[in-house]
């Protein structure tokens, strides 16, 4: 038996373990020319401002049936970051020509416009990435508009606030608040009055629009990789490796002179163990044993103790150089925990297991190796 052991102790390698990669808080992975992309639909409201209507009483109210007109709009667009995103707008729509304050006079005319909308989401841009129900989007628009009635073409440009409410990962419902302002023959009439300030030579529109949306792609980014905890972490676990190693190759030793001085057994008592204390070591900030060859040990004292109606004394331990007092001492007991639940499952009963949790401690050298839980009998 002693011989099976020292050789599987001699050929074990580190058991491979699950470690979570730590991430940067509000920094992202660049998404793939496919990630990230949407399309959106819209019924829109839209008042119309002309500056042929100054000096004639017309009423301000955008709601009114002097101003208002009513259409639809589809969208396609692409998130670059979490931040800045891209979109063109195709919106179909009937306006008016106001001059008079009377519905009856003022003409309604077919238009058709497309724009691009650089965006930003202002929610990500000052608070940082996260999956939200609501992001508040400001965007610009520059782009063409053509009045089909009267055949003429304006410069379009504008401003807008989209407000998106996210139902599901891939569907969303928006409402979106814009202006924008064209070329003075934008209804089909030229410039009217004498005055020339800018915001009296324009046609002008203001629009509402309500609808829905779905993501395409991959949706959402990845947080980046926190490189240096990393490297921090991978050589701990180097640390946590060769302690064990070391530990392995002790043992071993131990092994093979007991093998030496073995003498044939002549009863079924157990001898007192050759040690009377034995380490498990775990990884950096993790309650999993590090490698199941620290058991070898601890095996040994579980059957000594059932043999002799001993108490096995359990004492956790974390590594006082990361993470605050209060996590530590929490860490130390579940390692604890986690040995004396191997013990259970080798025969001890759960009365005779006492555990113990000091926290965080430096009190070898390297620091990782006090990353572990210590088992001895009382």
Not at 73 to 91: E, I, N
Not at 116 to 131: C, D, E
Not at 325 to 345: G, H, I
Request: glycine share 8%.
């Amino acid at each position: 038996m002693l011989l099976l052991v020292a050789g599987l102790t001699i050929t074990a390698t580190a058991q491979e373990t699950t470690t979570e990669i730590p991430t940067k808080k509000n920094r992202v992975v660049t998404n793939g020319f496919w990630d990230n992309w949407f399309i959106d639909f819209g019924y829109d409201y839209l008042s119309a401002y002309s500056n042929q209507e100054h000096g004639r009483g017309v009423s301000g109210n955008p709601f009114s049936n002097v101003r208002g007109a009513h259409g639809f709009d589809v969208s396609l667009g692409k998130w670059a970051t979490p931040a800045f995103g891209m979109r063109a707008k195709f919106q179909a729509a009937w306006a008016k020509q106001v001059n008079q304050n009377d519905a009856d006079i003022n003409q309604l005319y077919n238009q058709v416009s497309l724009s691009l909308q650089p965006m930003l989401n202002l929610h990500n841009l000052f608070a940082g990435y996260k999956p939200r129900v609501w992001n508040i989007i400001a965007y610009g628009s520059a782009g063409w508009l053509r009045n089909i009635d009267y055949e003429t073409n304006s410069f379009l440009f504008g401003i807008g606030v989209l407000n998106q409410f996210n139902v599901t990962k891939r569907f969303h419902i928006n409402v979106d608040i814009y202006g924008n302002v064209g070329d003075a023959d934008m209804d089909g009439v030229g410039r009217g009055g004498g005055n020339t300030a800018l915001f009296k030579t324009r046609d002008w529109l203001v629009g509402w629009s309500v609808g829905c949306g779905f993501n395409l792609g991959k949706v959402g980014w990845d947080n980046a990789p926190d490189v240096d905890a990393i490297m921090a972490m991978n050589k701990a676990q180097v640390d946590a490796l060769n302690a064990s190693l070391a530990d392995s190759q002790a043992e071993n030793d131990r092994l093979q002179n007991l093998l030496k001085n073995q003498k044939p057994a002549t009863n079924n008592v157990v001898a007192a163990p050759v040690t009377t204390r034995a380490s498990v070591f775990f990884n950096i900030n993790k309650s999993k044993i590090a490698s199941r060859k620290d058991l070898v040990n601890v095996k040994e004292l579980a059957e000594y103790a059932i043999a002799n109606n001993r108490t096995v004394v359990v004492t956790g331990y974390a590594d006082s150089n990361t993470g605050s007092a209060e996590y530590n001492q929490a860490l130390s007991q579940r390692r604890a925990d986690a040995v004396a639940a191997e013990l259970v499952k080798m025969g001890v009963s759960s009365d005779k297991i006492e555990t113990a949790a000091k926290g965080g401690v430096s009190d070898l050298d390297p620091f990782s190796y006090n990353r572990r839980a210590t088992v001895s009998l009382k």
